[in-house]
């Protein structure tokens, strides 16, 4: 039987330490295909994202995914990170923190056969955001 993976506690922990000390806490990502974050913020395939209490909203840090909501350019975006995509995780003023390994293999196992896990994901269409009534 193999035993559930420490991280999200680790990621959990270490967020509630940065933010009991008054540390802005971010994480470092590196981008999948299952991964929910604005792609014209991605560089070399990773995203680093401020996920302290003043910068995110509904942050909800499960076992499988961090969820929440942030603000780019002023405009509020609904993030999903997996997991098992997290990188690292650190203090901004002081850069504690720690760092985790990222398979490869995690993001062509759970995608789609035909997608190339070496091509960056796509970007969204430039310009002013729209709403889009949908029915």
Not at 11 to 22: F, I, K, P
Not at 51 to 57: F, Q, R, T, V
Not at 100 to 124: K, L
């Amino acid at each position: 039987m193999e035993l559930p993976s420490t991280k999200p506690y680790l990621l959990r922990a270490h967020w509630e330490w940065c933010c009991d000390n008054g540390f802005t806490p971010y994480i470092a990502v590196k981008v999948d295909q299952r991964t929910l974050a604005p792609r014209e913020y991605v560089q070399d395939g990773q995203i680093v994202l401020n996920i302290g209490p003043d910068a995110s909203n509904r942050l909800q840090m499960g076992n499988e995914f961090i969820e929440f909501q942030a603000r780019f350019a002023g405009t509020p975006r609904q993030l999903s990170i997996p997991v098992d995509r997290v990188l690292a995780i650190y203090a901004r003023e002081n850069g504690a923190g720690m760092s985790f390994e990222v398979e490869d293999g995690a993001a062509s196992a759970a995608s789609n056969e035909n997608t190339d896990p070496d091509e960056p994901p796509p970007r969204p269409p430039s310009g002013r955001p729209y709403l889009q009534v949908v029915k």
